[in-house]
Structure formats: C-alpha cells, structure tokens
C-alpha cells in the first residue's frame, strides 16, 4: 500500500517570502501522478500542482514550482513570492494509475501542513 | 461553469440517527469519489464509482456505511445508525476518465456532527 509523509504540520512565513513544504511517499509502483492540493478555510480543495512520474520536468505552476525527486520519493512544493492568499492547509497526494480506466482512481493524501503567511 | 455541490454544507444529528449527504458531480464526469476528513487529519478514501462499473468499496469504515450512485450522475452516502467517531467532514470529488490523466475536482464538503 502506498503511504504519503508531510513532516511538518504547520509552517509560518512573512508575506513574499519562498517557503518550501515537504512531501516523502512509499511505493513500489514505477509509474503514478503526485499531487499538491490547497485546501483554505472555506473547505474546497483545490489543485495546485500536478506531476507525472515518468516526466523528469519538474511541474511549475506560475509561483507554485515543485522539486520531484524519483529515486528519494520525495515531492517537495516551492512557493515564491508568498502572499497572504497563499494561507492555507496543503496536502501532498499520490494516485496510481488504474491500468485499465486511466485516471479513475483513489488519491492517497498526507497529513497535511498548514501554511500562514503573515503580512 | 458549475463545479461539484454538495449537500447539505452542514449536518447535526443525535447519535443512533441515519443520516444521508447528497453529492451532485460535474456535468460529464464520469468518476465520482467520497472522502472523509476528521478534524486535524488528511483525507480518508471511502468509496468510488466508475460509469457502470462496480464500486470500489475498500475504504469504507463499517457496514454503516454505503453509498449509491444513480443513472450516472448523483451519489448518495448513507450512514446507518451514527456514532461520535462518524464526525467528519465529508468530500466529495469528480474527475473525467480516459486519456491523459485527469485531476479530481473537489465540493465544499459537507461537515457532519454527530452529537
């Protein structure tokens, strides 16, 4: 079964400062999709950041850029230039691919790191 | 467009009462997904569905628990008999299936308290 670590349940950072959040996964899978998701107050996940396994590009996403290391399992999330919209819990999420319907299959989430950006 | 609704946005009943959460995707998706989140934790897999395929059901905590999906489109998620530990926040989320993988698109949830 695949497991999903974020060591660190909450992070604080001044506004346009970086901050990077750790992510460390378990699997025996060769090929899967990792995930950041923002989740705000308001309770709506959102995605943030996608990465393919078998890409070796590192995923960026405007301000949102990500450091996948393969052989270390790790999937760590850079946000630059922070701004206090950036407030919110993040949750790093691995899927394996289902390999007969493509895509159709459970997220496995960390425990989450809840980020404050402070003015 | 609209996204993934759900309802009710919030629930309290008494212990021992059944209680059901109402999940409507987004229009053509074909996958539909239930997640529960207690308070402080990550997301929990509870159930899928896939078209017309069967159900994954490996995440379901307890027989209480069930959901049905029908013609399709809307899923229902049914808690028999409610115990404290059943308060949660309930997810729910929405993907396209096929091709390039696509993401899940989450509700708002649906906060359940279990007095």
């Known amino acids: 079964a695949q497991t999903v670590t974020q060591s660190q349940p909450e992070m604080s950072v001044q506004e346009a400062e970086t901050v990077t959040l750790s992510c460390t996964y378990d699997t025996s899978e060769n090929n899967y999709y990792l995930f950041w998701y923002k989740q705000p107050p308001s309770r709506q996940m959102i995605l943030v950041i996608r990465?393919?396994?078998?890409?070796?590009q590192n995923a960026t996403e405007n301000r949102f850029s990500v450091n996948f290391q393969k052989a270390a399992k790790s999937f760590s999330l850079k946000i630059s230039d922070s701004q206090l919209g950036d407030t919110a819990m993040y949750f790093c999420?691995?899927?394996?691919?289902?390999?007969?319907?493509?895509?159709?299959?459970?997220?496995?989430f960390g425990q989450g790191t809840r980020l404050t950006i402070n003015p | 467009g609209a996204g993934v609704s759900q309802s009710p946005s919030n629930k309290v009943t008494e212990k021992g009462k059944d209680v059901e959460l109402r999940c409507d995707p987004i229009s053509g998706h074909t996958a539909l997904y239930w997640y529960r989140q207690s308070l402080g934790q990550g997301l929990e897999f509870l159930i899928y569905f896939q078209g017309n395929s069967a159900p994954d059901k490996s995440g379901l905590p307890s027989d209480r628990f069930s959901a049905e999906r029908t013609g399709g489109s809307v899923s229902t998620l049914t808690i028999q008999r409610t115990q404290q530990e059943d308060s949660a926040v309930y997810l729910c989320?929405?993907?396209?299936?096929?091709?390039?993988?696509?993401?899940?698109?989450f509700g708002d949830g649906t906060r359940l308290s279990i007095l």
């Open positions: 989320a929405s993907s396209i299936v096929g091709g390039q993988n696509q993401p899940q698109h």
């Open positions: 999420a691995f899927m394996k691919p289902d390999d007969l319907i493509q895509g159709a299959q459970k997220l496995v």
């Open positions: 990465q393919e396994a078998y890409k070796q």
